[in-house]
């Protein structure tokens, strides 16, 4: 069985970090590109974070630029979000989506984790 599984959500002051870690199990993905979303209440599902199999290309969306970074441990079959500065508008359900190409469209994703939640208080 396939699982991707997120962990290291949490509650945090605005300003503080969190790293996200995403665990994949039941097939390799070290040929896929992984990928973080978000979705707060109300709002659509984003791309937050993307990073290629090799890790030699990554995507940030504009606003999480020079305060997430996204990195992977193909060994490991782990993929990690580290976020620092963080904000409330960063108050989100973090998903972890992996798929074959490089692809920011939720739709495109082949596998999902259930995601982690993140609370940033003011």
């Known amino acids: 069985q396939v699982q991707l599984v997120e962990s290291g959500g949490g509650l945090v002051q605005a300003g503080g970090s969190l790293r996200l870690i995403c665990a994949g199990s039941g097939r390799t993905f070290s040929r896929d590109s992984m990928a973080w979303f978000r979705q707060a209440p109300g709002k659509e599902r984003e791309i937050v974070s993307r990073?290629?199999?090799?890790?030699?290309?990554?995507y940030y969306t504009h606003s999480v630029k020079g305060r997430f970074t996204i990195s992977r441990d193909n060994a490991k079959n782990t993929v990690y979000l580290q976020m620092n500065s963080l904000k409330p508008e960063d108050t989100a359900v973090y998903y972890c989506?992996?798929?074959?190409?490089?692809?920011?469209?939720?739709?495109?994703?082949?596998?999902w984790g259930k995601g982690t939640l993140v609370t940033v208080s003011s």
């Open positions: 990073i290629s199999w090799n890790g030699g290309d990554t």
């Open positions: 989506a992996t798929s074959y190409g490089c692809t920011s469209q939720p739709e495109l994703m082949d596998y």
